[in-house]
């Protein structure tokens, strides 16, 4: 089941998507194709978890609720979409997002799941407010926002692919030596993982196994630092 709440903010409102009743909440931030079928697939994941999730509509400022198949035809125009997305006003729509996410019924504490321009997202969400827990799948500003790290203070996990087309391993390393001095944050490279090895409805990216590893790990971050 799934429900449609509004979030406002000063120069408009926007479509929070929320799935389950009861538990701590996931603010999940979508990839360049939108709140559709794959967001849908993991949120239903995380209920199943017990987990409140709420996926916003990031897209909104340039077309509401836009959303679109998983394939090449389409990736061309997710990638003009995120092209055109204000970073600064977004961010500040998630925090937004977030908010309205604590303040449901049977909710209170609440973590960040983004995968690609989400994973991007909720990094820097995290960085700009208060989240209890932190997961970013192959967010490709990472590796350059690295300053942003003194400001998280939530427990953080991170996962790449090194054998991401649209990450260089190099930067990938960035990213381990600089989490690796922080106590509360974790990075996993699963080296055979390309980029968006976890998309399983988007079969140029999908790959099983590398999924597979990376949600085992996901889930088990998760039920430490959001215990349903």
Not at 22 to 50: C, H, N
Not at 63 to 84: C, F
Not at 91 to 97: F, K, Y
Request: glycine fraction near 10%; hydrophobic fraction near 45%; charged fraction near 25%.
């Amino acid at each position: 089941m799934t429900r449609t709440e509004k979030v406002v903010v000063a120069d408009g409102e926007f479509d929070l998507r929320v799935w389950g009743t009861r538990g701590p909440g996931i603010l999940l931030l979508q990839e360049i194709f939108g709140v559709g079928e794959y967001m849908e697939a993991v949120a239903e994941d995380l209920v199943a978890l017990g987990f409140v999730v709420a996926a916003p509509d990031m897209f909104w400022r340039i077309e509401p609720n836009w959303t679109t198949v998983h394939n090449e035809e389409a990736l061309p125009k997710g990638m003009s979409m995120a092209s055109q997305f204000d970073w600064e006003r977004g961010v500040e729509d998630a925090v937004a997002a977030l908010g309205v996410l604590k303040g449901l019924p049977g909710v209170g504490r609440a973590g960040v799941l983004g995968f690609c321009f989400g994973g991007t997202l909720a990094y820097l969400v995290a960085a700009n407010a208060q989240v209890d827990s932190l997961v970013s799948y192959y967010g490709s500003g990472v590796p350059d926002m690295l300053d942003k790290l003194d400001a998280i203070q939530a427990p953080t996990q991170f996962h790449f692919g090194g054998d991401d087309a649209y990450i260089p391993r190099e930067d990938v390393a960035k990213v381990e030596r600089a989490v690796g001095q922080r106590d509360h944050m974790e990075i996993h490279v699963q080296e055979d993982g390309g980029h968006a090895f976890h998309n399983r409805k988007a079969p140029m990216f999908y790959q099983p196994e590398p999924a597979a590893r990376a949600w085992r790990l996901t889930e088990e971050f998760l039920r430490r630092t959001l215990p349903a």
